[in-house]
């Protein structure tokens, strides 16, 4: 258990739909980052956020936006969602935005159908 | 876009063995990772090797990095079957920012 959580689990849902997934980070870990896992572009950065700032943006569509929290949580929304969009999205977290390790939650399965 | 190539893209091995995977990437780096994902599970933290370090031990893991070569190696001595799992290695391009940039991956298959 790396301490990273991420909810939901599973989501399944239609074409032109939002979701949100939210991750909280392990305790004291002040630097968010999501990654988007499919298999034809494999392990893609999104976005990072650090003590609730944006810190550094990838590959993410415009169609994306994430925020991080007061208390460090941070969500991802996704919206006009297109079944290219199906994919395993990851939060990690680390306590520096720099370098080091960084936690990954066991992840968020979206399908879009 | 990616960063790392991981090689081979499948290895398949009996327990007791060992494995090796190698990792080469295109830029300058400050350190390189290596990570584990056991299917459709999250990723699990194995190692880090600094640019200015050719080789480190953890355990059963032996890494290496060569930065004239811009490769790694990644070997895992004698095999598990528990150590089945697709192996990733991620860099940081140089940059202090945090973010990684990830291999497509070595999918180890350790038979009992």
């Known amino acids: 258990d790396s301490g990273v959580t991420q909810t939901p689990k599973h989501l399944i849902t239609a074409t032109g739909q939002r979701v949100t997934l939210r991750c909280s980070p392990r305790?004291?870990?002040?630097?968010v980052y999501w990654y988007q896992q499919s298999l034809d572009q494999g392990l893609q950065f999104l976005i990072q956020y650090y003590n609730g700032e944006e810190r550094a943006k990838g590959n993410i569509l415009e169609r994306f936006s994430a925020q991080q929290f007061p208390d460090l949580h941070s969500e991802l929304n996704l919206s006009s969602l297109e079944l290219g969009d199906s994919a395993l999205y990851f939060c990690a977290s680390s306590v520096k935005a720099g370098e080091g390790e960084q936690f990954f939650g066991p992840g968020t399965r979206l399908t879009v159908l | 876009s990616q960063q790392g190539e991981e090689d081979p893209q499948a290895l398949s091995i009996q327990e007791g063995e060992n494995a090796t995977m190698n990792c080469s990437y295109k830029?300058?780096?400050?350190?390189l990772q290596w990570y584990r994902q056991n299917s459709g599970r999250g990723l699990v933290h194995l190692i880090l090797?600094?640019?200015?370090?050719r080789e480190k031990h953890s355990g059963r893991l032996r890494v290496t990095l060569d930065t004239s070569k811009k490769s790694s190696s990644l070997l895992i001595t004698a095999s598990r079957a528990a150590d089945t799992a697709s192996y990733f290695c991620?860099?940081?391009?140089?940059?202090?920012?945090?973010?990684?940039?990830f291999g497509r991956g070595t999918q180890l298959t350790v038979w009992p």
């Open positions: 305790s004291g870990d002040l630097s």
């Open positions: 830029t300058s780096i400050n350190n």
């Open positions: 090797i600094r640019s200015n370090e």
């Open positions: 991620a860099t940081d391009r140089g940059s202090t920012l945090g973010r990684l940039y």
